[in-house]
């Protein structure tokens, strides 16, 4: 039975690729800070069938006690200070965990079990102000946030200790992928929330900030099984996990409001407050290695994933009322 440790666990991604990988027969360990109020409703369903160690990014002992008891075959670094907005007010604590946290998790692997299969979440706001569209593996880097900035260290960390202890660790670059289980304060569920709240009278407008910004948007139950895919290949590498496809913020909110027979003009205001200090306007990702090398695909449209999200929306509030 392969063994597994995930940080993140109890995000979006790390729900769904535990559920990927205890179908797969993996033993799954799971990290827990020490001091964690995290809520497990992503994992709720699954929760007996992980086993949870205290540790934190930020703090290499713990990460070392915490491969020691794992002994993983295979790690997965999802955990992250990961929204974007809250990384201009917290510049340390990103920098702290979502950046030096991933060489922490190298350095406890370097030191207790060099032979475990790592993988990094790199990210797609590491292109920030791009310099080619659309971004590949090669697309130079240029952050546009704190969050980025630590994406990239975390990024290039991993690329060290790959080449300078021969460490299996592969980084996946994945655009923006989305799910029910997102967390409020991102926009594609802070868009679906309030569509379904709007439509129940619970709710009377929605502020948004750039309607026009654009984003390869996905499915995250589709991007977890590229990370997958990575750690079975015979050598590591670095892939763009993407569909290929931009939309802007305004389709992403005319598609939600449509499907409960909105019109989203209706409730939508522009806000100032929710514009960015450095805006990426534009993040679009070329999938081609990953499709050729790990032969991975997306299943879910854009278009189908908003109509999912708001449908367990309206399916939680209509619950309470």
């Known amino acids: ?56 990014l930020a703090d290499l002992s713990s990460l070392i006690q915490a491969v020691k008891l794992s002994k993983p075959d295979e790690v997965y670094n999802l955990g992250a200070q990961s929204f974007v907005a809250d990384s ?27 032979d475990a299969r790592f993988y990094q979440a790199s990210s797609s706001e590491m292109f920030g102000k791009v310099i080619e569209t659309p971004q590949t593996e090669t697309t130079p880097f240029y952050p546009r946030s704190p969050y980025g900035v630590a994406k990239v260290y975390g990024h290039w960390i991993t690329v060290n200790y790959r080449e300078s202890f021969d460490i299996f660790a592969c980084s996946g670059i994945l655009f923006n992928h989305e799910s029910p289980r997102r967390g409020i304060q991102f926009v594609t569920r802070k868009v ?3 569509v379904a ?15 026009d910004a654009k984003r390869d948007w996905g499915f995250a139950g589709d991007y977890v099984k590229a990370m997958w895919l990575m750690l079975q290949e015979e050598k590591p590498n670095d892939y763009v996990v993407a569909t290929g496809k931009t939309h802007t913020v305004r389709e992403l909110v005319e598609i939600a409001f449509t499907h409960v027979g909105l019109n989203w003009e209706d409730y939508v205001i522009q ?31 854009f278009e189908e994933l908003i109509k999912m999200m708001v449908d367990h929306d309206m399916q939680k509030y209509g619950q309470n009322q």
Do not use: C
């Open 1 to 56: 039975m392969k063994r597994t440790l995930i940080t993140g666990i109890t995000g979006q991604d790390g729900s769904y690729l535990a559920e990927l990988l205890l179908d797969r027969g993996y033993k799954v360990y799971g990290l827990k800070r020490r001091t964690s109020t995290e809520n497990y409703e992503n994992i709720k369903h699954i929760r007996n069938d992980i086993e949870f160690i205290s540790g934190d």
């Open 88 to 114: 201009w007010s917290q510049p340390l604590y990103t920098a702290e965990v979502t950046g030096l946290g991933a060489l922490n998790m190298l350095e406890a692997v370097r030191q207790i079990k060099q």
């Open 192 to 194: 679906t929330d309030a």
């Open 197 to 211: 709240r709007i439509k129940l009278g619970l709710q009377t407008e929605l502020r948004l900030g750039n309607l």
């Open 271 to 301: 806000d100032p407050a929710f514009m960015r200090p450095a805006e990426v306007d534009l993040l679009l990702g070329d999938p081609q290695k990953a499709k050729k090398e790990l032969g991975w695909e997306p299943k879910v449209s």
